[in-house]
């Protein structure tokens, strides 16, 4: 089975730019989330989507930072502009229907990491 | 608030050498206590989901515990391969679907 995809793996930017970042959850997962993780420090909601819609967004700086799902399925978040504080790796997971394995088994991907300089 | 405080922050075992790793909660409601394990460079993979105290699962050399203030999670001889950081994360009433994580626990196991 394969697992969350997503690119780009590294990003330098300077700040006041802006960037991209896709994700490719595992097929048949329903629910979508986007975490952004500050070294040292665990990982933290952004924006959770279920199927194509938003359940929770409540931390997501919206002055600079979106994310769509179109079509239910890949997802793309976007940051402009960059900060230099928004340096941190961005991870997306994704989890089955509810009644398919553990609650709480979340599927990450491997992490965009972004540097703004 | 809803809080989630792991320790130690750090930790480093000799292979064989069994510790347990500590997450204390503070939240109303508890709606699951969830284990992840962190390799460098890689995302958290899901390790165990615990709902009432006294309960506890098992992997491996890996067993989780659950009271009403804090989750242990015991490794047992570990191996270097067991060198990780564990993160411990949360779901409340307060929280509703978000998953509130701590900071975790860097294990280093040297051979």
């Known amino acids: 089975e394969a697992g969350v995809a997503q690119s780009p793996r590294y990003k330098i930017i300077e700040k006041r730019q802006s960037v991209a970042f896709w994700c490719n959850p595992i097929s048949g997962h329903a629910t979508l989330y986007w975490y952004q993780q500050i070294l040292g420090q665990g990982p933290k909601l952004l924006i959770q989507?279920?199927?194509?819609?938003?359940?929770?967004d409540s931390q997501l700086p919206k002055d600079r930072f979106s994310a769509e799902r179109l079509k239910g399925v890949d997802s793309t978040l976007k940051i402009q502009p960059a900060k230099l504080e928004d340096s941190a790796v961005y991870l997306c997971?994704?989890?089955?229907?509810?009644?398919?394995?553990?609650?709480?088994?979340?599927?990450f991907g491997e992490g965009s990491r972004l540097t703004v300089l | 608030e809803d809080q989630v405080t792991q320790s130690p922050e750090a930790l480093r075992l000799q292979e064989g050498e069994s510790s347990s790793l500590n997450c204390s909660y503070t939240v109303s409601g508890l709606r699951g206590l969830f284990w992840y394990r962190q390799d460098p460079g890689k995302g958290p993979e899901f390790l165990f989901t615990?709902?009432?105290a006294g309960e506890e699962k098992e992997k491996e050399r890996l067993k989780a515990t659950l009271t009403k203030k804090e989750s242990f999670l015991h490794i047992t001889a570990p191996k270097p391969e067991d060198s990780a950081t564990y993160l411990c994360?949360?779901?409340?009433?307060?929280?509703?679907?978000?998953?509130?994580f701590g900071t975790g626990t860097s294990l280093t196991v040297i051979p």
């Open positions: 615990l709902y009432s």
């Open positions: 997971a994704s989890s089955p229907p509810a009644g398919q394995g553990p609650s709480g088994e979340l599927f």
């Open positions: 989507f279920q199927n194509n819609g938003v359940v929770d």
């Open positions: 994360a949360v779901r409340s009433t307060n929280t509703g679907n978000q998953f509130y």
